[in-house]
């Protein structure tokens, strides 16, 4: 085992096995030597006259699961107080995601993961224990260590070591003003010490819809169409024999769903390491296609991720009790999403709206004479790559029509979104069980749009296009976030376990836009479409520009937390933190948000020594927090006037009355119950 720790319980003498597992150390005749390695028991062993010792180290299953991270540290499972549920590498991977929030879906109790559509890539809404605050109810993601705006869509799940998540009011009040909705801690992968390892993973699938719905076909339309003219005193509009001849007429759904849509992933990746430094490099790629309009390429999602990992032990001298440690890391992150889509959530005017209600009588294509007379009428109409015109709806659908049709539309929509998250950090061990930490991180993120589209003719409702246009939007939004702070253990006489923490963080975070639309373009060839002119005698108010906004955020904050426990039995946890926001009002620019949980491991306890097997692990806990909400918007502390042309003195009217008192949304929980 490279790494593993020897030494001497209660004094500086100590060292640590090379990368074949070996190790030199002077010893007092009759000390114990205690070899430890995380994931492993440790071992005592008296020294009398040995000059070597061999240790065979035993892997604990238990320890290698018991370790829960939680804000700026990590905790054991059995002395946690708070509400906070871990997800491993092992579950996230399951059943290969696409995306990390795909992955956690029905995985945490109290967690609900709500996909906004079908759509390849699109997002998910993230809820933690239902809706906690009024003006944004996303929880906040932290990647190891690092704020993330956005979620974490952009993660690969493979790259994944756990997630934590921060439920009640107690385990998110260490990030004060933006806990209201609780916390997603994510971890990625690192390197271990040991033999270089790479690996390839890769999956394939095939995606189909489990069931069509539901609808009439022909000949049950027709009868349907009959009761209806009956029941209006009119005459049945189809005879006995057009209805016994109709067949099943055309099967909407059939035609517009993509059978056997494509799904793949394939990661690869690198790791290992020596006794000085650590190493995990991963390539990942995934590409779906929607099971509408897949084949047609109108809706798809493909992501790119790169994610390099690294730690370097810079010093290390154990026989010093000052400064005998230095350890430095960087984890870097990057991935690039393509995604285009249909139209989603319509009721009517989408694809799905209308491969569920158009007529059963019309058929997919128009025949020969239908579309000589159409193209005639509307040389727009839209046709296949084999120039077959499609059939159009009869008067009275308004805006549903061919679904087929809509599927060809001469136009397109491609989002594109590129994120960049890294940081690096510094860790000095200053003296036994001291140790400082100081950690810089960026997030870049660039996201946007260009769609095109050609006239086109559909139906006479809204499903048509008279003039050629091109839309593009850019995004960018930049963070950078400070954090140091101190963290101290210690354990007295074996029993009495006292961890405290002390730092401080600052962020700020900007974001801007810039967009642009043209129409009546002289250039047909979609591939040009973004970079030609329009006619020269278009109006001016057919084209507009600029950027739509210039946002962001500062904040400042100092945190605390003090945690005891005696014999791993009880425990007490208190946490503060204060934070200052540039959203809160000038009266009122900080924030103070404290919390305090205690428990009771009972499996601990002498009484319980005799349970049976099965009865693993019972704890009583208590918490009570208070948490806040930064992510209200600009300028709510102060009044905003119309400024209109019509403005003159007197004349304008309030849009928004400040309250320079303003201070976020402020939640409180206090819970109670028992855990295992």
Do not use: C
């Not at 975070?509 to 009546?520: I, S």
């Amino acid at each position: 085992v490279i790494g593993a720790n020897i030494s001497i319980p209660g004094t500086s003498i100590g060292t640590i096995t090379d990368v074949d597992g070996n190790y030199t150390l002077s010893v007092p005749r009759g000390s114990v030597l205690r070899f430890s390695y995380i994931g492993y028991d440790y071992q005592e062993i008296r020294i009398t006259n040995q000059t070597t010792v061999n240790v065979v180290m035993i892997e604990d299953s238990e320890m290698l699961d018991e370790l829960i991270v939680v804000g700026y540290g990590v905790q054991k499972k059995s002395v946690v107080t708070a509400a906070i549920s871990r997800v491993s590498a092992e579950e996230l991977n399951t059943n290969r995601p696409s995306r990390v929030e795909d992955a956690l879906k029905g995985k945490v109790s109290g967690v609900q993961i709500t996909q906004s559509s079908g759509q390849p890539g699109s997002d998910s809404k993230f809820r933690i224990r239902g809706i906690g605050t009024v003006n944004n109810s996303e929880p906040l993601f932290i990647v190891d260590g690092m704020e993330v705006g956005g979620g974490i869509n952009y993660l690969n799940p493979v790259d994944i070591q756990s997630i934590e998540i921060l439920k009640d009011a107690a385990s998110s009040a260490i990030y004060g003003a933006r806990g209201a909705n609780g916390v997603v801690l994510v971890t990625t992968k690192s390197g271990e010490a040991g033999k270089v390892q790479v690996n390839y993973d890769m999956s394939y699938g095939w995606q189909n819809p489990w069931k069509h719905k539901e609808v009439l076909n022909a000949q049950e339309y027709m009868v349907i169409m009959n009761e209806s003219d009956i029941n209006d005193s009119n005459k049945p509009r189809f005879s006995n024999d057009q209805i016994s001849s109709i067949g099943k007429g055309t099967n909407w759904q059939k035609e517009t769903f993509y059978k056997n849509a494509p799904v793949q992933s394939h990661q690869v990746s690198i790791s290992g390491g020596a006794e000085k430094i650590k190493y995990f490099i991963s390539l990942g790629y995934f590409d779906q296609a929607g099971i509408v309009g897949g084949d047609y390429d109108k809706s798809n999602y493909n992501r790119w991720s790169l994610r390099s990992n690294a730690t370097y032990e810079v010093f290390e001298d154990l026989n010093r009790s000052f400064l005998n440690k230095v350890t430095t890391g960087v984890n870097v992150g990057y991935s690039r999403g393509k995604s285009k889509g249909i139209e989603t959530n319509s009721e009517y005017g989408s694809v799905l709206g209308s491969a569920v209600t158009f007529s059963p009588l019309v058929p997919v294509y128009a025949s020969d004479e239908d579309a000589d007379r159409i193209l005639a009428d509307r040389p727009h109409a839209v046709k296949d790559k084999n120039g077959r015109v499609f059939s159009l709806p009869p008067s009275g659908f308004q805006e549903i029509t061919n679904p087929l049709g809509m599927l060809n539309e001469p136009s397109s929509g491609v989002n594109n979104d590129d994120k960049f998250v890294g940081s690096f950090w510094g860790e000095i061990d200053i003296l036994p069980g001291l140790k400082f930490r100081s950690s810089y991180g960026v997030d870049l993120s660039f996201w946007g749009f260009d769609t095109y589209t050609f006239p086109y003719f559909l139906a006479s409702q809204g499903k048509n296009v008279e003039f050629s246009s091109v839309q593009s939007e850019m995004n960018r939004g930049f963070r950078w976030q400070l954090e140091n702070y101190f963290s101290y253990d210690k354990t007295f006489n074996d029993v009495h376990n006292l961890s405290v923490l002390l730092g401080q963080s600052a962020s700020k975070y900007t974001a801007r836009n810039l967009g642009g639309y043209d129409r009546d373009l002289l250039e047909t060839d979609p591939l040009k479409a973004n970079i030609n002119s329009a006619i020269a005698d278009r109006k001016e108010e057919r084209a507009w520009g600029g950027t739509f906004g210039h946002n962001g955020i500062t904040t400042a904050s100092y945190f605390g937390r003090l945690d005891y426990n005696y014999a791993e039995r009880y425990m007490l946890q208190a946490t503060v933190r204060r934070d200052g926001s540039s959203n809160f009002g000038s009266n009122n620019k900080w924030g103070v948000f404290p919390s305090l949980s205690a428990g009771w491991n009972l499996t601990n306890v002498a009484f319980m020594e005799s349970r049976p097997d099965w009865f693993s692990s019972f704890k009583l806990r208590f918490s009570w927090g208070r948490n806040g909400n930064d992510r209200i918007g600009q300028f709510l502390y102060t009044s905003l006037m119309d400024g209109g042309q019509n403005y003159y003195y007197g004349g304008g009217y309030s849009v928004n009355q400040g309250d320079p008192s303003k201070v976020g949304e402020i939640t409180g929980q206090m819970q109670y119950g028992s855990s295992p």
